[in-house]
């Protein structure tokens, strides 16, 4: 359940919608022997094998950069590829910024579409995980949901917020997602021994996610580096929840202005005012949520791809 494969869900059911005929397939998976068009999610993992298929069935591909896939410098198979796509795709202003330094040859093949949102799954009158349902009624509960790798930096919050966890015992963090390089989760795990008020929960099942962030006092993001506005947040956002997130680009598209923290006292600052006075904060995420549902519609997403999508098939 990362990322990468939200947004390849929400694409396809927005595709469909306008008559197109799609089928996903991760990368090392056969694909099939007739298509018009391909569609490679992350121009390192999925551009060199799209350009290999595209080019042995003669047809258009085209590339979406994930955002991961725009730190550090490609590799030449990776170029190769991005310059023979037919189109290419960034999720928001400043990952195409980063694209145009990459590769200079984009010139009109590159557009903005931004990412959009789609309500987490939601079950009426499901019982709580039973990890919540324990939960005492005073504890407050700072959510992250976050693969552990290194560009993530879910170690970062865990020790900004061991100082604030000092000062407020009922305080929790806890992580939400899978191990995504080797050896980080045995490092999480020693880090939350280390310190008890944080829980590595491991993978939540996504229609589960919902539950945890409603719980929350806050959801939070210490990334390094994000590919547009990321699926999680807006998520959240669309459930009203207060957020924090790190001051980097793709942050600043959203949740921007004063969501973001520049360094760790920053974060325990702005986190200390969320939980000090929860009914301003959920009176201010009851205003963004307004925000993410104009700013990141699903309709409008799904025209901006069906558009593109026409030019080709």
């Given amino acids: 359940m990362r990322g990468n494969w939200t947004t390849a869900a929400r694409l396809v059911d927005g595709l469909k919608r306008s008559r197109h005929q799609l089928s996903t ?56 590829a991005v310059n023979a796509a037919a189109a290419l795709v960034t999720l928001g202003t400043s990952s195409a910024r980063r694209a145009r330094d990459l590769f200079p040859d984009c010139g009109e093949r590159l557009s903005i579409i931004p990412q959009a949102v789609s309500p987490l799954p939601e079950a009426r009158g499901a019982a709580l995980p039973e990890v919540l349902a324990e939960l005492e009624e005073d504890t ?49 795990q020693e880090l939350c021994r280390k310190h008890p008020f944080a829980r590595w929960l491991g993978p939540i099942p996504r229609d589960q996610l919902a539950a945890f962030m409603r719980r929350a006092k806050a959801v939070i993001s210490t990334s390094k580096s994000e590919g547009g506005p990321p699926n999680a947040l807006l998520e959240a956002g669309l459930l009203a929840r207060p957020l924090l997130a790190s001051d980097i680009p ?10 973001l923290f520049k360094d760790d006292r920053g974060l325990r600052r702005k986190l200390a005012a969320i939980l000090d006075d929860p009914d301003q904060a959920l009176l201010a995420a009851a205003s963004m949520r307004e925000e993410v549902r104009q700013g990141f519609a699903a309709a409008r997403e799904a025209a901006a791809w069906s558009a593109l999508v026409h030019k080709f098939v």
């Fill in 140 to 188: 407050e509960l700072v959510f992250m949901p976050t693969g552990l790798r290194a560009i993530k930096n879910p170690e970062r919050a865990v020790t900004a917020l061991a100082p604030l966890a000092q000062t407020r015992p009922q305080l929790r963090l806890w992580i939400a997602g899978e191990e995504l390089e080797e050896g980080a989760a045995v490092s999480m």
């Fill in 250 to 259: 793709a942050h600043r598209e959203f949740p921007g202005g004063s969501r």
């Fill in 25 to 80: 397939h991760q990368v090392g998976e056969e694909l099939p022997q007739q298509c018009d068009l391909l569609i490679a999610l992350n121009s390192t993992k999925s551009g060199p094998g799209a350009h290999q298929y595209a080019h042995a069935q003669q047809i258009p591909f085209i590339i979406l950069f994930t955002g991961t896939d725009l730190n550090g410098r490609p590799g030449n198979a990776t170029t190769v």
